[in-house]
């Protein structure tokens, strides 16, 4: 990254290549996983980036965006562990759920939370 003081600033770093890093290898095992660590992206964006420079401003951008989709995606279905690795789950639910990141047009391709797999 080339900014010596960021390690000092940022304990946790994130940041969207490797967001798409871990969605491509099915590390993200919920919606709410990832909406954690973009979470931690911007809070380590307004942690580094002083108020009003370019890169903070774009950050509450991206994160106003981010919001304002997130909270206008339907309700996901949590999945309690009697039904983990049940596939009686009906498709209605599981619909829902895959689309969740191509709603969010962060993400060109739709991936499935629970089954990590692109639809």
């Not at 960021?6 to 709410?32: F, W």
């Not at 401003?57 to 991206?62: T, V």
């Not at 279905?77 to 709603?103: L, M, Q, Y």
């Amino acid at each position: 990254m080339g900014l010596p003081s960021y390690p000092k600033v940022v304990k946790r770093p994130m940041d969207l290549s490797t967001m798409r890093k871990k969605l491509d290898g099915g590390d993200y095992t919920s919606a709410k996983d990832f909406y954690n660590d973009f979470k931690l992206m911007i809070k380590n964006c307004h942690a580094f980036n002083p108020q009003g420079t370019p890169v903070q401003i774009a950050g509450a951008e991206l994160q106003r965006l981010f919001e304002d989709k997130w909270k206008n995606l339907p309700p996901l279905h949590e999945v309690s562990e009697s039904e983990d690795g049940d596939d009686s789950e009906d498709d209605e639910t599981r619909a829902r759920e895959s689309h969740c990141f191509r709603e969010m047009n962060l993400y060109p391709q739709c991936y499935d939370v629970r089954t990590n797999h692109r639809n």
